[in-house]
DNA sequence: CGGCAGTTTGATGTTACTCAATTTAAGTGG
DNA sequence: CCACTTAAATTGAGTAACATCAAACTGCCG
């Protein structure tokens, strides 16, 4: 399945894996130009893109939309472990290993590009941008594992949320302009549940609280925040 | 400081990112050999090594004893992220930032090695050993950082606990004979507790609990496992 | 013997879970 | 345009798991 848009829609491309791959927004390839060891395909919301322990030759890199990665556990409750937003990687492991542990989910409709692990690996060798951004793209997920176990391990439930809303907020300002605290956000309170470990009931409750205390709303995938110090002050790492 | 004692004692050398730097083990520096770009010290148990925003050059690996890497809080508590034991690379980040986000402590007296990233970096393109092994550092510590959060966000105590030993115990059977199912174990339970996101009253009820059913000992430094089929069926993942 | 760090135990409190019912919002087909 | 259906969010009542506070116990070392 092979299509014509261009893999990257987001505007910082500087440690975008696929850019490094691509090249520079003006040199995009388009379908008649497409090279063999790349492929594109789109999925629909609650579309299984990738599951536990598949083999795949491909390295994944999401183009636009949004989806998580996350562990299946065998009472058949999941824990999100990163939501993926344009232009980032599955995740630095797809890159040297064959096996994928993880699984990774659509959240809204996306697109996603595959890359060959060997053509990554020929490359890796000659072009540094390529090593970079695979790279960069580790301390990133490190990083940001470490900061969410710590939420989890030591942190109440308003605490995780608003630490969520925060981290989220960033990645999301990265990647696209945002006017007037308006965030797109099409995480359903479920997710949010599955990711800071709570049950989607009480995520119910704190938004409320969140919303009484007019801090922020969250409603048709739309965050709004209405006072971000406040925010900042609950759910705020260091 | 430099001292005459060869940089890893562990038997598994076949990923030690020491082991890639510095050959296989006959072959080991000893003090009037050793090159400019590798340094060595010592330590004590509850000394820090690196603390949160430390800017080295030096990438640095465990020779001997036991470490953790942990983030701080700022109400004084911490997160314990991850146990460092012999030949483990306090973490693949280091390979790539100056700037270490997150803090190091020997959890019992222990060597390290100090290598400069300049160094490594300048052999990362010549020798494949090496970018191997980093890139296996990456691949282990995101995989386990993902089973930690899913323990932390989905499991009761019980299980946390026992996740957590089943976890050191893979690890220490790599790294060691074990007989008699005892291993080597120099965790306190603050630390259990600091692991897994529970207060340290509750980590020794839970493992009281595991004493009286006969399940596991642990004291003097020495987890005894009594029942492993029973820990597994309490802690496994999968 | 006294002091200290670590562990254990008990009593009480709080957070978040569970179960169940209700409300809201968004389709869908007549 | 309006019932009907369905998924998601909200609300309430009761409960379980874990935290907190405080005291006692253990082993070790000077």
New interface residues.
Partial sequence: MQESWPCVTCPLREFDFCAALLGKPSEELHFHQQPSWQSYRAARPGENIIIRNQISENVFVLCSGWAFRF?Q??DG?R?I?RFLLPGDLF???M???ERF??SVQALTDIRISGVRRAEIHARL?VNPAISKAL??S??V???D??????A???RSAEERIAYLFLHLMKRITIKSVIRDQRYPFPLLQQHIA????LTPVHVSRVIGLFRDRNILDLSEGILQVNNLPELERIGA??
């Fill in positions: 562990f556990l065998p409750r824990q472990l995740s630095a492991v890159a040297f290993e542990y993880s060798a790279s960069k580790c301390v997920e490190i990083g594992s470490d900061q969410l176990l710590a989890l391990g030591h599955e990711t800071v470990g790492l260091t």
